[in-house]
Nanobody, 120 residues
Framework: QVQLVESGGGLVQAGGSLRLSCAAS????????MGWYRQAPGKQRELVAG???????QYAESVKGRFTISRDNAKNAVYLQMNSLKPEDTAVYYC??????????????WGQGTLVTVSP
C-alpha cells in the first residue's frame, strides 16, 4: 500500500506565493512520473505540472513562468512552488504519482487534495 500526504495549501492574496508538498510512503520500489493536478469548482480536474524520473518537466500554459515543480527522490517527495498567484488559481490541488511497488505492481496513486484559495 502506498500513501500520499499533501501539505502547504491555504489562503493567500493575489500576487502571493505558496509551496505545496507531497510525500509518498509505503511499499515503494520506485517512482516514475509525479505531478500536480487541480480542480476548481464546477470544472474538470486538470494537469498543472508534471515531472519525470529524469527531471523533465511540463506545465499547463496558464501557470508557465509562475509555478515550478520539483522532486526529491531520496524523500519520495514532489513540490510545487507557486508564485504570482491569481484568483483563477483557486482550486483543490492533488498530487499524483506513478509508482512501482515492492510487490512489482504498477499503481497510480492520488493524494487527498489540498485547498488553495487566492483572494483578489
Amino acid at each position: 500500500q502506498v500513501q500520499l500526504v499533501e501539505s502547504g495549501g491555504g489562503l493567500v492574496q493575489a500576487g502571493g506565493s505558496l509551496r505545496l508538498s507531497c510525500a509518498a510512503s509505503g511499499s515503494i520500489s520506485s517512482i516514475n512520473a509525479m505531478g500536480w493536478y487541480r480542480q476548481a469548482p464546477g470544472k474538470q480536474r486538470e494537469l498543472v505540472a508534471g515531472i519525470t524520473l529524469g527531471g523533465s518537466t511540463q506545465y499547463a500554459e496558464s501557470v508557465k513562468g509562475r509555478f515550478t515543480i520539483s522532486r526529491d527522490n531520496a524523500k519520495n517527495a514532489v513540490y510545487l512552488q507557486m508564485n504570482s498567484l491569481k484568483p483563477e488559481d483557486t482550486a483543490v490541488y492533488y498530487c499524483q504519482i506513478a509508482v512501482m511497488t515492492m510487490t512489482h505492481r504498477y499503481q497510480e496513486v492520488w493524494g487527498q487534495g489540498t485547498l488553495v484559495t487566492v483572494s483578489p
